[in-house]
């Protein structure tokens, strides 16, 4: 069954940061995003196992497949190889799925994060993609790819040994397109060749370029007064070759409503604002930041509690603008009273195992320590 593109819409929504309320996903608040999602006429949702604790692929079922009818959404959930220990964790994990969001059978089913290395060994040891495909014939997935987070090498070599693999998912934006470490200009070349279709995930980046240096945003505002630098990020990803779907996880109304306007009536860049986030793209190499897109992977196994994505994200306020030093050791401070403290880290290395950036993560929340915990 091959995927028609044209009837796939351009926004999907990302249920990885949905907005929360004592702790657990506030249910009542997302199914307002949804209906307004779906009343633009945009049916597209993706979950995971993990996402939320698990709590993702409930919210699904709660606030989108309890209340529409099921054949006027998608939904793409996807198989963890880290909670995999033999070839009998697929199904158990693949009925886990189906009852948690109630759905009957997946649009989209993906391999999680298959990247150099444990996952995509995993995947292979497990014969997955075998596997998958024999999910499909029992209708139980409609469509059947991966989410990749690994080298243009590895793709390739994926790619030629699994042709049955009818879309993948890549990490795209402006800021990533020549990252040595992500790669997502080749990746996003290899997969147009192959007319493989691309869905993207992190086109703003964990939400960095939603709110870029002030001098980065400047410029756009200067050509379009009313446009939010998140819009010029998803209209970046929107714009390449073979590009299906934007995913972004919405986590709350406003970024919702911002997003939808940027897909209405959608226009591809332009000339003149390629140009702008060439130099945009600049500014942000100027200003190194710690590139954490907040997935938080990393949290839920380190043994010391640490948050690390928001320990991350007081760091960056230093690095963007040194003379906000104090806010962000007043937001940190805020951060470690129900959490652990940079300086709590023993080294084990677990984060820096699951991290889909590859960051180093030991050595940076050393450089957190020293700025934050003195």
Known sequence: MAIELAKMPKLGFGLMRLPEKDGAVDLG??????????????????????????RSEV???????????????????????WEMKSADDRDRLFNEQLGRTGAGYFDF????????????????KYDCFSWGIRKKEEGLIKHFGFSFHGTPALLEQVLDKHPEV????????????????????????????????????????????AKPAPEAEAKMKALHPDASPASW?????????????????????QQMRDNIGTFTDFRPLSDEEKKIIAEVTDILRANPTIPCTACRYCTDGCPM???????????????????DAWRAKNYYNNVIKENGKASDCIACGQCEGVCPQHL???????????????
């Not at 640490?306 to 003379?323: D, H, L, M, Y």
């Not at 450089?367 to 003195?374: I, R």
């Open 305 to 323: 509690s640490i948050n690390i994505p928001e320990v991350f994200r007081a760091v960056n306020t230093i690095r963007i603008n040194k003379g």
């Open 59 to 81: 919210a699904a079922r709660e606030c989108i497949v309890k209340r529409y009818p099921r054949d006027s959404f998608r939904i793409a959930t996807k198989l963890p190889a």
């Open 29 to 54: 608040r997302v199914c307002g995003m949804v209906d307004e999602y779906m009343k633009a006429g945009l049916n597209y949702f993706d979950t995971a196992y993990v996402y939320h604790g698990g």
């Open 109 to 124: 089913y993906l391999l999680h994060s298959l990247e150099d290395g444990y996952n995509y060994e995993t995947y292979e």
């Open 360 to 374: 180093h993560i030991i050595d940076l929340l050393k450089e957190a320590a020293e700025q934050l915990d003195k």
């Open 166 to 209: 009818e879309f993948v998912q890549i990490q795209l934006n402006y800021a990533d397109w020549e990252n040595p470490i992500i790669q997502s200009g080749r990746l996003c070349e290899i997969l147009s060749s192959r007319n493989i279709p691309i869905i993207v995930m992190e086109p703003v980046k964990g939400g960095s370029l």
């Open 233 to 253: 990020a998803l209209r970046f990803a929107a714009s390449q070759p073979g590009v299906m779907t934007v995913l972004s996880g919405m986590s709350d109304e």
